[in-house]
């Protein structure tokens, strides 16, 4: 360019800038104000060449009319490459500080609503974080309702017209739809009435597959609206707050766990003290026994005691309750009251069984059933009655023919029915007999593959262990039954007890 040449550049506001040679700064700012930016002009032997980056028009260059084209465009592409890299660093510098912003919040997030275990607490610590960096007139967070799952409510939010307005509005809407797809959205243009909503930022509470509720902003605003970078931040603070949900509910189920094992310690504890606190000592007779429940409380029960005013007449009984844990072990404290009340006037088997029937029937609102077997032993003739409401048989073995028996008898179980038939019977126990009283538990013991131990092989153990005495006969009963079935988890009460006539 010659040395006389004149040179501007001028801002996009159309505002003098820089230039070289004589220039009248308000001529050129009234004659810019003329021109059109979209392409170049020649207005008063000025040409005017505006200049674009990313499609945004940024100010123009000025040169004269006359000076030389080529000279023109080298200069004129030199600026567009001097303004695209200026662009260029400056978005660059714009993207770290976004990212250095997302960290920062997702930092502050980690040690406020990170460090909460209180639900109640995490929604309110949501709203207040994300206003911080993303501007809304309106915010809410929803999560189920802990009576219905399917059913979102407003946990905490801000703004006009929420709580009870916003789930009937369209939003409400809106925000059932992210809460079944987990799929964050940006509704523009809503212009509802009854809250003044122009558009809505609305993510999902989201742990890797688990949807756990809906974070929403909302704008009054239609000119602000809200960026893909507003949705991806609020998207990550989303991704933390369904982590702190997650950490502060398992929290609340362990406290509950925590509580539900110490109660049922104090069960277990209340159902042992129900249990015989030891093998009764009388001369010529030996007892031995085990209780061995599938959960920390469990259904089965036994008890053996001495009648009162008959001090050489022993009560046996054995009952099994159908089901497991707590509501079994319940049910179980409860029948065993009974029966053993019942047995204390000193009736016959079959009369103890049938009375505390109708008192279980009466009181049955669980429809949960037991079955049992109850004998009285006269320790010293051997003398043994017995009935049995719909429970496993006991075994006898024979010490003079090493055979056994089985103690069968009809009968019903107990609770079902009012009124109940029973079978009573009577043997006479030889010195060296043994006697084993069992539940389910010991038969239906399983392996790994699934095959139960039986009552053929528990037959199979008296006849061959007999001779031992009671502690001895049951140790090889339970040893047998561990041996079978391995490591495979107890999935049923065990309860054994033997009598031997000495």
Not at 149 to 160: A, H, N, R, W, Y
């Amino acid at each position: 360019m010659p040395t006389e040449a004149k040179l501007a550049l001028l801002r996009a506001d159309n505002q003098f800038f820089v230039g070289i040679g004589e220039w009248d700064k308000n001529e050129v700012s009234d004659l810019v104000a003329q021109h059109d930016q979209t392409q170049p002009r020649t207005m008063n032997e000025l040409r005017f060449h505006p200049l674009y980056v990313s499609e945004k028009f940024v100010g123009s260059l000025v040169t004269p009319q006359s000076a030389p084209e080529i000279v023109v465009q080298v200069l004129y592409n030199s600026l567009m490459m001097l303004l695209t890299q200026s662009q260029e660093k400056r978005d660059v510098a714009s993207e770290a500080l976004e990212r250095y912003r997302e960290i920062n919040l997702l930092y502050d997030v980690a040690e406020t609503i990170g460090a909460t275990l209180d639900i109640k607490a995490i929604p309110k610590l949501v709203l207040s974080e994300a206003t911080q960096v993303i501007q809304a007139e309106l915010g809410a967070v929803f999560l189920p309702d802990s009576g219905n799952g399917d059913q979102l409510e407003v946990k905490s939010s801000f703004g006009t017209d929420i709580p009870e307005t916003l789930l009937d509005d369209p939003i409400g809407y809106l925000v059932r739809q992210i809460y079944e797809t987990g799929q964050p959205s940006i509704y523009t243009g809503l212009s509802l009435v009854s809250s003044m909503i122009e558009q809505v930022l609305c993510v999902p509470l989201k742990m890797q597959d688990k949807i756990m509720g809906v974070v929403l902003l909302g704008r009054t605003n239609k000119k602000q609206i809200f960026t893909a970078s507003d949705k991806k931040l609020l998207m990550a603070l989303a991704s933390q707050t369904a982590i702190a949900i997650d950490k502060a509910w398992l929290h609340k189920q362990e406290i509950k766990r925590q509580r539900l094992d110490k109660e049922l310690a104090v069960g277990q504890q209340i159902q042992l003290s129900l249990l015989p606190e030891s093998s009764p000592t009388i001369s010529g007779w030996e007892f031995a026994s085990i209780y061995q429940s599938a959960r920390q409380v469990g259904g089965d029960f036994y008890n053996i005691f001495e009648l009162p005013g008959s001090p050489h007449r022993i009560g046996m009984l054995i009952a099994d309750v159908t089901g497991k844990g707590v509501p079994a072990a319940l049910f179980m404290a409860f029948s065993r009251t009974i029966i053993h009340t019942t047995s204390l006037h000193g009736e016959n088997p079959a009369t103890v069984l049938q009375q505390a029937n109708r008192l279980i029937y009466q009181d049955n609102r669980s429809k949960i059933f037991l079955t049992a077997f109850y004998a009285i032993l006269e320790v010293e003739t051997g003398r043994l009655t017995y009935a049995s409401a719909g429970h496993n048989w006991p075994l006898w073995i024979s010490a003079k023919t090493g055979d056994y028996r089985e103690l069968s008898a009809v009968g019903f179980l107990l609770g079902a029915f009012d009124e109940i038939e029973l079978e009573e019977c009577e043997i006479q126990i030889a010195t060296g007999d043994v006697l084993a009283f069992f539940t389910d538990g010991v038969p239906e013991a399983m392996n790994v593959h699934g095959e139960m131990f039986g009552e053929e092989r528990l037959q199979t153990i008296l006849t061959t262990s007999y001779q031992g005495n009671a502690k001895e006969v049951l140790q090889s009963i339970v040893d047998t039954v561990q041996e079978f079935t391995g490591n495979t988890p107890q999935s049923d009460d065990f309860t054994l007890f033997v009598v031997k006539r000495a």
